[in-house]
């Protein structure tokens, strides 16, 4: 055995907070990608551009989008957070359901092309919501700095 190198048997199981840069890197990168996915594909949809709602867009970001929700769930055990009784948390899962309802009324839902745009715009003011409380770890975001 070399100096300063740990040898773990490979029976030794690592506890997930070990991995816990790499899983809030992926979980921060997959919602910087599934929301740059949506909003490029709501600006498609409102310029009338077939692609967005395209079987292969809609799987690409289905994948993205469980990818990201695997990861954030990975989180929740690595750092032994109940959702339901962080604050900040709490906050974040309701804009995302939210999110959800406003982004498929935004890219399909919505009967004419204003309804659309609409929806988009508050689907994106959600997204950032989210982010900012994820950032601030507060409900209330970036404005919790401000009070």
């Not at 692609?51 to 292969?56: C, F, Q």
């Not at 032994?80 to 935004?106: D, H, R, S």
């Amino acid at each position: 055995m070399m100096a300063g190198v740990i040898h773990r048997p490979s029976s030794v199981v690592m506890p997930l907070s070990e991995f816990y840069v790499t899983l809030k890197a992926s979980h921060v990168g997959l919602a910087m990608l599934s929301g740059g996915l949506f909003a490029l594909r709501g600006v498609s949809v409102l310029a009338g551009l077939r692609w967005a709602m395209h079987r292969w867009a809609r799987i690409v970001s289905m994948v993205i989008d469980t990818a990201l929700l695997v990861a954030a769930l990975l989180l929740l055990i690595a750092l032994q957070l109940n959702p339901f009784a962080v604050a900040w948390l709490q906050a974040k899962l309701a804009l995302l359901v939210v999110y959800i309802v406003l982004g498929t009324f935004a890219l399909k839902r919505a009967r004419t092309r204003q309804g659309k745009g609409l929806a988009f715009i508050a689907a994106l003011a959600s997204f950032l919501a989210m982010y900012s409380i994820a950032r601030a770890h507060h409900p209330l975001g970036a404005l919790a700095s401000w009070l």
